[in-house]
């Protein structure tokens, strides 16, 4: 790939010779070239931005006198060049070895391009339309390419399409009702990000993974259907969907990135199945609706601020295989006011229980590092570290709680 600006303002470059390693040319890359005469490019599949060449002194392509100085391979000529040499207006001289498949066409305020097997749906020129139908001959839809379509309400996406692009319907704020295409594999960053209209999503069973942002700020998004073929919930996928209220998450997830539900505040339940290896930071942060979660089996760290400001979360079993409670990854829940950490766990991290209404916390390990945990420390609205004189300190006599205890001035129960 050449990047967008990468020989901007060489203005003494004269030839290019683009070789076959280069699939794409970013837009800008070869802008104000003004002494550029010949572009020579070696591979058929290479892709060339409307405004890689923004700015080179050639003639006008509006000119029919622009074309008489193009030599083409047997004297054919390529129905993209306006596209692909927009603003340009001194050209002398282009080769191309292989004739590239590059064309589009407008239908109804929908532009389409045809690069080589793939009809790329790319943009909709119209933003101000209700209802748009995608042409069935479209198997992939472009990035950004509905994006502020304001007006529009449903859209159903045909079964040709094998690719949704980044942010394709992203501030699509009308739109309630979505229907996806059976043979995606992945919806992908920022997909229906802020469609705050939005309230119900069927994912199809081709689905494999939720990329980030992709339902983020979904506001009104009261359901939602993961289907078994799921790998991967991406970072921040339903971040701020503050109307969802009920998630089942299948079997086959093994990852669940960071921020993934967080603020999701109508969140009352959420199943977490065995197969679930890691649950990123502040995945359910502030759903303060949650009153219940299993945390998998083969979680090894429960990482930072994961259920921080679940104000509703009652009760919390933490399996044996855990061996780290990450910073903040409990604080103010204020109705787990008894906490069991088993005897694997090596180590609490800083503020993990930052609230004031703890009663009473078991430490079963004997050796267990709570040195910078501060339990039975919380902040109050102005800032400042509080100590909860209410707090019991359960463990073994001799070990690493019963010498917190004694240090900080903490009731002491022993557990021998």
């Known amino acids: 790939m050449i990047d967008g600006w990468a020989f901007a303002n060489c203005k003494s470059l004269k030839k290019i010779e683009i070789p076959n390693n280069v699939s794409l040319v970013e837009r800008f890359a070869f802008e104000n070239c003004s002494s550029l005469s010949e572009v020579i490019v ?19 392509p509006q000119d029919q006198s622009f074309y008489s100085m193009i030599k083409f391979p047997k004297s054919k000529r ?3 060049i306006h596209l692909l040499f927009d603003y340009v207006n001194d050209l002398i001289e282009i080769f191309f070895v292989k004739i590239v498949k590059y064309h589009y066409v ?13 009809v790329v749906l790319t943009e909709i020129l119209d933003k ?26 449903q859209v159903t996406i045909p079964n040709n399409v094998k690719e949704l692009g980044v942010g394709a319907f992203s501030d699509c704020t009308a739109l309630t009702q979505v229907k996806l295409s059976n043979k995606i594999t992945e919806i992908p960053w920022s997909t229906f990000e802020n469609c705050t209209s939005l309230t119900q999503v069927t994912i199809p069973p081709s689905v494999r993974k939720i990329g980030m942002s992709a339902f983020e700020n979904c506001t009104s998004l009261s359901q939602i259907t993961i289907p078994s073929s799921v790998k991967e919930i991406g970072m921040s996928a339903f971040e701020n969907c503050t109307s969802l209220t009920q998630v089942t998450i299948p079997p086959s997830v093994k990852k669940i ?40 089996n083969k979680i090894k760290k429960i990482e930072d601020n994961v259920f921080s400001g679940c104000t509703k979360l009652k009760q919390l079993l933490i399996p044996h295989n855990v061996l780290e409670i990450g910073e903040e990854s409990f604080a103010d829940c204020k109705l787990l006011t008894e906490v069991n950490i088993p005897q694997n766990i090596k180590k609490v991290g800083r503020c993990a229980f930052d609230y004031p209404t703890l009663l009473k916390i078991k430490l079963s390990n004997k050796n267990i590092d709570i040195s910078e945990s501060r339990i039975g ?7 400042l570290y509080r100590k909860n004189n209410n707090l019991t300190i359960e463990g073994y006599k001799g070990s690493t ?8 001035g903490f009731n002491f129960e022993s557990i021998d």
């Open 106 to 118: 407008d239908i109804e305020d929908i532009r389409i391009v045809f690069i080589f097997d793939e």
């Open 128 to 153: 101000n339309k209700e209802k748009i139908i995608i042409p069935k001959i479209v198997n992939r839809i472009g990035d950004c390419s509905f994006e502020n379509c304001c007006l529009l309400t």
């Open 401 to 408: 709680a019963q010498e917190y205890a004694k240090e900080h």
């Open 257 to 296: 990135g960071m921020s993934a539900f967080e603020n999701c505040t109508s969140l009352t339940q959420v199943t977490i199945p065995p197969s679930v290896k890691k649950i990123g930071m502040s995945a359910f942060e502030n759903c303060t609706s949650l009153t219940q979660v299993t945390i998998p």
């Open 78 to 80: 390529i129905p993209f």
């Open 42 to 60: 070696k591979n058929k599949f290479t892709i060339i931005n409307n405004t890689a060449f923004k700015g080179c002194k050639f003639f006008n």
């Open 377 to 383: 420390y919380y902040g109050d609205e102005n800032g």
